[in-house]
């Protein structure tokens, strides 16, 4: 779903900050470039860059998820269409405004969904991932719930370090048919994690 961000209507743009690389110009003198980096609110013309982010990041399950649920590319233009349709709305981390980092938020009554959090493969492991859940995190307005690969363990890993907890498997087996609409093949080879309000809120259900 394109449009405003519906807990805060006129957020675009999440501040911007700047970072220094040092690097080396044509002649080999290092020299201090200036970057500017934001996280903002996708719209329909960034469809395109959030396609290929997705497809260029999710090699990264190629031989590690089991063969029947990989294909090339991972993520089709329809699909993705579908999704957006569903109501997962995504946030971008632009650097220099090219964009580089996507997450989606799907707000589904009670919980809240964080959907396709990809990182362009080249510019992995400098914080981009942690920066877009951070955010997501301060405008979700219930529990999050996220699912990835049963063995997609940097994932986990990842979600672990930002506060999140492994949930049990007959947990997963009631949540992810509820929440997300995927084969039963999907179900048995994925996890779901959860924020820590989630345990306050599956005791009142």
Not at 42 to 52: A, G, L, R, S
Not at 175 to 191: D, F, M, N
Request: aromatic letters at 10%; charged letters at 25%; proline letters at 4%.
């Amino acid at each position: 779903m394109w449009g405003k961000c519906p807990a805060f209507t006129n957020t675009w743009l999440v501040g911007v900050h700047y970072k220094n690389d040092i690097t080396r110009n044509t002649t080999g003198l290092r020299i201090l470039v200036k970057r500017e980096c934001m996280i903002i609110k996708c719209e329909p013309k960034d469809f395109n860059v959030i396609c290929e982010i997705i497809n260029d990041a999710s090699v990264a399950y190629k031989g590690v998820i089991p063969d029947d649920r990989w294909h090339d590319p991972y993520m089709p233009e329809d699909e993705l269409k579908n999704q957006i349709a569903d109501g997962v709305e995504f946030w971008g981390y632009r650097e220099n405004d090219i964009l580089i980092g996507v997450m989606g938020i799907q707000y589904k009554g009670e919980v809240t969904l964080i959907r396709h959090a990809y990182v362009r493969t080249s510019e992995r492991s400098k914080g981009i991932g942690g920066q877009l859940l951070k955010h997501l995190k301060s405008i979700a307005t219930t529990p999050i719930l996220i699912g990835t690969w049963t063995d997609a363990k940097w994932a986990i890993d990842f979600y672990l370090k930002n506060g999140f907890r492994l949930l049990d498997r007959p947990e997963i087996n009631d949540l992810l048919p509820k929440y997300w609409i995927i084969p039963a093949r999907q179900i048995e080879t994925s996890v779901v994690l959860a924020s820590s309000d989630w345990e306050s809120l599956a005791k009142t259900l």
